[in-house]
């Protein structure tokens, strides 16, 4: 049995002890009918690295050449949002692939495997500093698998759903996009994963699985690696993904 720990709230906090369990802005006191100054500025400073995340940029070269040490061919590709302000007024646009991708992708061999997308999303911060550290634990776990892998994919201005064409076109069976989240007072830097089989434009997000909040202080790479690796090799096997994949793993199987 886990032994627990009583702490002891600091006084006039009677909440502070949680601040170590979690980054919510809990506990964070008062000065007359007001919040400590400290506290505003603490605000401000993160709204301010969260608008920061919102307009950063995909570091392309960067992570290009990161990406070659896994031996696959690197697609560049764009949405149809031409700029960060069409990307952010038009989500729609984020969502397909402009002329040039859709080209770029018709000139590569049909791959029935999987497809592996890095875009930017809302925070190209996240994907910036996470998406290779989780493909180096990733990637070797799939070859060992004899998963056969299209090439790596790139996109500017992405949304969710634009996995869906880039897989259609390269004919992949499945497709996961490692995605910038929208960042939050307390988590700029997050990024999530989504999951989807026999993917195809047109599908709703319930065709989906999602691993969220990946980053130093959230859920670490190592889990997220675990746990998509996991749910890939699920949805391959039970050829199903979304609502219909259930996260089973760990549980005790009905005898």
Not at 40 to 51: D, E, G, I, N
């Amino acid at each position: 049995m886990a032994k627990i720990i009583k702490h002891k709230p600091s006084p006039g906090e009677p909440l502070s002890f949680l601040k170590e369990f979690t980054q919510a802005r809990i506990a964070i006191g008062a000065t007359g009918t007001s919040i400590p100054t400290g506290q505003s500025l603490a605000f401000k400073l993160a709204h301010a690295h969260a608008r920061d995340a919102v307009y950063s940029v995909m570091d392309s070269e960067f992570l290009a050449d990161e990406l070659m040490q896994f031996n696959l061919p690197v697609l560049h590709l764009h949405s149809q949002a031409s700029s960060r302000e069409q990307y952010l007024q038009r989500p729609d646009l984020g969502r397909l692939l402009d002329e040039l991708s859709v080209n770029r992708l018709a000139d590569q061999i049909e791959n029935k495997g999987i497809v592996l997308i890095l875009a930017d999303g809302l925070s190209a911060t996240a994907i910036n500093q996470n998406a290779v550290e989780l493909l180096k634990l990733l990637i070797p776990k799939l070859i060992a698998a004899k998963v056969k892998l299209a090439p790596l994919c790139l996109v500017e201005q992405g949304r969710v759903a634009i996995g869906d064409g880039i897989a259609a076109e390269l004919g992949a069976s499945l497709s996961v996009i490692l995605i910038g989240e929208r960042p939050g007072l307390s988590a700029a830097d997050s990024m999530g994963a989504y999951l989807t089989y026999a993917p195809k434009p047109g599908l709703r997000d319930d065709s989906r699985n999602c691993i969220s909040n990946i980053r130093p202080e959230g859920l670490p790479v190592t889990v997220a690696a675990d746990k998509l690796f996991y749910l890939i090799q699920e949805a391959l096997t039970r050829k199903i993904s979304g609502v219909a994949l259930k996260d089973n793993e760990g549980l005790l199987s009905d005898k």
